[in-house]
């Protein structure tokens, strides 16, 4: 250490007599022991603000995501009965996923299979085609084996979804369950609010009339709560008090209602949670819209190219990563509808509407704790496996038009 200051110093008084500076040992030692200090206290002021404010906040954020997790995972495997002054908590293994899968609650988890009817096999075997040529063609393209491995991992899955779709849709008397009622509601409202999106922020950049008026009237159902929406519709959708009664007495649909028929059920659910996303869709695409370079469209109108020319080779290119993103958010969330199904049928007619997060909810609601958490589970495991092969599937595309 005296050495270490001995340097410091007759470096510091190097510095000062070569610059004309005073040599005075006093000042020496307090020039170096300024600049020692300096970083020190900095160093020291640093590493308080993260021990005091970072870490713990850090520590209790990742406390609170991840108990749940590991506490649900546990609960998942048990059995949990409440009793007068405590509760029994018991191991039972996969009892609760063996249930919904393969035992009593198979009908309602993953629906009624029946043997698939030759318009079902017909889409099986598409579907199984289309997978080989995807392989084939990444094969042929010079993939990694790694690649081929996953292609070939995900073909398996899209052929085994597709001969559950075709056993539960395309079939003698089969019926779809939670699961695949989850994923009609989900790339359903997905397709219809990317449209109707789409649409509606093409519209707000054409310098219509009003246009700065319907800009704020798209975004009125964002500022209603999901179950004043729900509400709402179950009083539209009313057939024999709603507003539209007059309507359907004039077309002779005085005795029909919807709440009697799965798949029309299913379209009022679909309908509502549309009007209630849509208008997310809408502002983050004509954000995406007006920051585009109005030259280059101006330049290909120059050109000669019509409108749909511009928006098919210009527009939408460009509008592709934003695109990605926001069906990526609106297909993680779309998963755990619940608050739409629930309000306007219960779940109805019969189990029709009932998606995963609202069968686990009823689970809950009737103390079946551990059922319930193995259908949160098995929801997580649907999501990072669709969120993953979506990703995958966009990443080149949008990689190349960024």
């Not at 491995?149 to 369950?177: E, H, K, W």
């Amino acid at each position: 250490m005296p050495l270490t200051w001995r340097a410091l110093a007759s470096s510091d008084s190097s510095i000062q007599l070569s610059n004309g500076g005073p040599s005075n040992g006093t000042d020496l030692t307090s020039s170096v022991a300024r600049r020692v200090a300096k970083p020190l206290g900095a160093w020291r002021s640093d590493g308080a603000a993260r021990w005091i404010f970072i870490w713990p906040t850090v520590l209790f954020i990742l406390g609170l995501s991840i108990f749940p997790l590991v506490g649900s995972l546990a609960l998942s495997f048990s059995k949990l009965v409440f009793t007068s002054g405590g509760v029994n908590l018991s191991f039972i293994g996969f009892t609760n996923y063996q249930q919904l899968i393969f035992g009593t609650e198979r009908v309602h988890f993953l629906g009624l299979l029946k043997e698939p009817n030759p318009l079902g096999w017909a889409f099986v075997i598409a579907i199984a085609a289309l997978c080989a040529w995807w392989v084939i063609r990444a094969y042929r393209a010079g993939a990694g084996a790694r690649g081929l491995i996953v292609r070939l991992l995900a073909s398996v899955l899209a052929v085994v979804f597709a001969f559950y779709v075709a056993q539960t849709m395309i079939s003698y008397g089969g019926r779809p369950g939670a699961l695949l009622v989850t994923f009609i509601f989900v790339f359903g409202g997905i397709a219809l609010q990317y449209g109707l999106g789409l649409g509606l922020a093409i519209l707000a950049t054409l310098r219509l009339p009003l246009q700065r008026f319907f800009r704020i009237v798209y975004l009125i159902p964002l500022t209603i709560t999901p179950v004043g929406i729900g509400y709402m519709w179950r009083i539209m959708t009313d057939t024999s008090k709603g507003p539209f009664e007059p309507l359907l007495v004039a077309m002779g649909l005085r005795t029909w209602t919807w709440v009697t028929d799965p798949w029309a059920a299913r379209i009022a659910v679909i309908i509502g949670d549309t009007w209630q996303w849509t208008p997310f869709v809408f502002i983050v695409l004509l954000a995406a819209l007006e920051g585009l370079d109005v030259e280059v469209q101006e330049a290909s109108r120059v050109d000669g190219a019509s409108r749909w020319q511009a928006f098919r080779h210009i527009t939408f290119p460009a509008i592709l990563p934003v695109s990605a993103t926001i069906v990526l958010i609106r297909m993680i969330e779309g998963f755990k509808i619940v608050d739409m199904p629930s309000i306007l049928l219960g779940g109805g007619p019969g189990t029709a509407t009932q998606s995963m997060t609202y069968e686990s909810f009823l689970d809950w609601n009737t103390l079946n704790l551990g059922r319930s958490a193995a259908i949160a589970y098995l929801l997580l495991i649907v999501v990072t496996i669709v969120a993953t092969f979506y990703v995958s599937v966009v990443r080149k595309p949008v990689a190349e038009e960024a």
